[in-house]
């Protein structure tokens, strides 16, 4: 990228003077060339092309000084006495060797003698071109609308006028989405900022809109496409911008901000610069008003969508957003997204969310994988997720151009692009959630699910390990709540079971729910129908799901372990949950628990905590089950061959056992894992593969001393 800075000193020393004005010189030369960076939105000031002109001899004894000083701040000095040929002499030392086009160009002067470079230099289509001056020397000629012009004093530290900001998010934001740029947010702050700071001090920022109405803007995004509209305020805020709420709709804002504007122009300290970001001819009056005031007024619009009144009034200044703004398209987003790996950030529900989920639950009532966008915004209007149709053909449009929809046939049906990443985490963590309220519903014969219990039980699901997913307790309520919000789960209120005066949140499936209507085909995993576990042996059970016959046997080793070391009659279910959650793969825990529960192996019930003044929810096994003797006998045996192998004094190892035991069919993962997750066995460090048995472990003791009374 060529981006040029040309400083005119003696046309700025010139009128510094005249205005009886003081200026560091070292402060002139950097702050002149990081703006240039910045406004040219490079990297670093180093890749800016910066250059002093001026007829040195007229500086007198300071010449060499100040060439010194504007040499040590990165800028070639160049020597022009004759002011008339200054343009010309330009171009022949630098841009007619510069074999790139320019795409930006600032000039530091208020002098006309530079303005011939405007048109001489060789730019690139989408170049810009600023001049940074006192005064605005490009009004009425054939510049004023390709140049922009920008008041030095800001640049220099010098801070001769107060700035008020009124800005109508919501005009903006609309005018910005219909002319085909993302709402860049972050962004928007960013260069709101500064363009204001370009023309004085700032005193006051506001920004206007139904904040936190669902709907009713356009998606507002990161740089990374992410939807951000819930931080919006937050994020002004940060910024000192005010964020002021109005409800949806034109003259909501317009009133309040009109109201505003007169009442703060009113007091002693008004301001002296009223910078309106809004294209509404309404606000016309207003402006008057404050030009009758003789206050300055500057209009952020948005080509396109701004009044002709506003445009065509000389007491006006008018700057396009688009002009000190880099915003992106939807698709130039899309690619940028994709390129970035934004997968690795917290995937959290967003607008796009609403698309997804009301297009699955729309597509399973009608039978159909194809929607005509007319349905889908029906669909999204009712359910809340916009608030009027002209914002739902935004957001169709927005999410077409993301590449979550596809158009299929011209007449304007589409369907879900099923291999978009924010398509497939969107199913992927609503059909989790939804499945684990479904079953534990149905598998436990509850009314509804307690909001901590599911909670607790998200954060143990594996399937949902995924990046951006399933990291915090706030990233679980902010799903749980979008799927209340789309109408998929239903929260309520109930009281709570030890103190009735508290109300504790609960989730339910709504009334009418019916699974199909959830998840797109094919069917998700929850839909299928559990077997009856009463009377399957653990041999069956492995054949039938080797998962959760797995799970059975740690959950008999792991609570039999716990009652008889501390001499208790049962052991927290929670606890034994988190100490087994490693290898708990979907629901293996659940149907574990439900299989012993079947097979009357284990009694879960509420039990008195002498650690609490509230029940706590254990499990403890039937010592006569011959589920439990069956696997209680498996580890002893197992706990036999360790004992033997410690005896010999050889080392421990998968080959090892097998040695010793040939004819014995063990699944020697399994119980290895289950030794090492009971501390029966521990890692020897440095040797992969190698195990030292506990020796005075509780229960080592107790096999070791049956071996003995046999």
């Avoid at 122009?265 to 005031?293: K, P």
């Avoid at 009418?512 to 085909?521: H, I, L, N, R």
């Amino acid at each position: 990228m060529a981006a040029y800075l040309i400083v005119d000193l003696d046309d700025l020393l010139q009128r510094f003077r005249a205005r009886n004005i003081s200026v560091d010189l070292q402060e002139l030369a950097v702050g002149l060339r990081g703006g240039a960076a910045l406004a040219a939105g490079l990297v670093s000031a180093d890749s800016l092309k910066a250059v002093v002109v001026a007829d040195w001899s007229q500086q007198g004894g300071s010449s060499m000084n100040y060439q010194r000083i504007f040499k040590a701040a990165g800028y070639d000095v160049f020597d022009m006495p004759r002011r008339d040929s200054l343009a010309d002499a330009l171009i022949l030392h630098y841009f007619s060797f510069d074999p790139e086009p320019v795409d930006e160009l600032i000039l530091a002067t208020s002098s006309p003698d530079l303005i011939p470079l405007v048109r001489r230099v060789k730019t690139t289509r989408r170049a810009r071109v600023r001049m940074w001056g006192s005064e605005n020397i490009l009004k009425g000629t054939e510049f004023e609308n390709q140049v922009i012009f920008q008041p030095l004093d800001t640049l220099l530290g010098i801070q001769s006028r107060n700035v008020a900001v009124y800005i109508d998010f919501e005009n903006i934001a609309i005018s910005l989405s219909e002319q085909g740029f993302i709402v860049n947010l972050d962004h928007l702050i960013d260069r709101f900022v500064m363009q204001a700071k370009a023309h004085g001090q700032v005193v006051k920022i506001a920004a206007y809109a139904p904040w936190g109405q669902r709907g009713s803007l356009p998606p507002l995004v990161d740089s990374a496409g992410r939807e951000i509209a819930d931080e919006a305020p937050s994020r002004l805020m940060l910024a000192n911008i005010d964020p002021v709420f109005n409800l949806p709709g034109k003259n909501s804002a317009d009133m309040r901000i009109a109201r505003d504007v007169i009442t703060d122009a009113g007091h002693e300290d008004a301001a002296d610069v009223y910078i309106m970001a809004s294209g509404d001819r309404d606000f016309n009056q207003v402006l008057n008003a404050l030009r009758a005031r003789n206050k300055t007024v500057i209009v952020w619009g948005v080509r396109g969508s701004t009044s002709r009144q506003l445009e065509n009034n000389p007491n006006i200044i008018v700057e396009y957003i688009e002009d000190f703004t880099n915003l992106q398209t939807h698709q130039s987003l899309s690619t940028a997204a994709l390129a970035s790996g934004a997968d690795s950030a917290g995937f959290t529900p967003s607008q796009w969310s609403s698309v997804i989920i009301q297009f699955d639950r729309l597509a399973q009532a009608l039978g159909r994988e194809v929607l005509s966008v007319h349905r889908l915004i029906d669909q999204l209007q009712e359910v809340g997720a916009v608030i009027s149709r002209s914002r739902g053909e935004d957001l169709v449009s927005q999410a077409m151009s993301l590449g979550i929809l596809k158009a299929v046939a011209a007449n304007g049906d589409l369907m879900l692009n099923s291999a978009h990443p924010i398509v497939e985490k969107t199913r992927l963590i609503r059909d989790r959630i939804v499945m684990r309220v479904m079953n534990t519903l149905n598998v436990r014969g509850w009314e509804y699910v307690n909001y901590g219990f599911l909670l607790k039980g998200l954060a143990m699901d594996r399937d949902l390990d995924r990046p951006g997913c399933n990291y915090s307790d706030q990233w679980r309520s902010d799903w749980i709540d979008c799927l209340v919000r789309e109408r998929i789960l239903v929260r309520e209120l109930i009281p709570h079971r030890h103190n009735p005066e508290d109300l504790v949140p609960v989730i339910k499936l709504p009334p009418e729910y019916d699974p199909q209507t959830v998840t797109a085909a094919p069917a998700p995993r929850y839909q299928e129908e559990e077997p009856s576990w009463a009377g399957m042996t653990l041999a069956e059970l492995d054949q039938f799901n080797s998962d959760t016959a797995n799970m059975v046997r740690r959950i008999i080793v792991s609570v039999e372990q716990f009652t008889s070391f501390r001499n208790f009659t049962w052991c927290p279910l929670g606890s034994l949950h988190r100490r087994l959650r490693p290898f708990d793969r979907g629901m293996a825990f659940q149907r574990a628990v439900e299989y012993l529960k079947e097979n009357e192996a284990v009694v879960i019930a509420e039990y008195p905590n002498p650690q609490s003044d509230f029940m706590t929810k254990g499990i403890s096994i039937n010592p006569e089950s011959p589920v439990v003797q069956e696997v209680l006998a498996c580890r002893d045996a197992f706990i036999r061959l360790l004992l033997a192998l410690y005896d010999r004094n050889v080392l421990i190892t998968d080959a090892s056992v097998r040695a010793l035991d040939p004819d014995a069919n063990w699944d020697l993962d399994l119980w290895f894992s289950i030794m090492e997750t009971e501390n029966v066995l521990n890692p020897v460090p440095g040797r992969v593969g190698q195990y030292s048995l506990f020796r005075t472990h509780h229960t080592v003791n107790l096999v070791a001393e049956s071996m003995r009374a046999e």
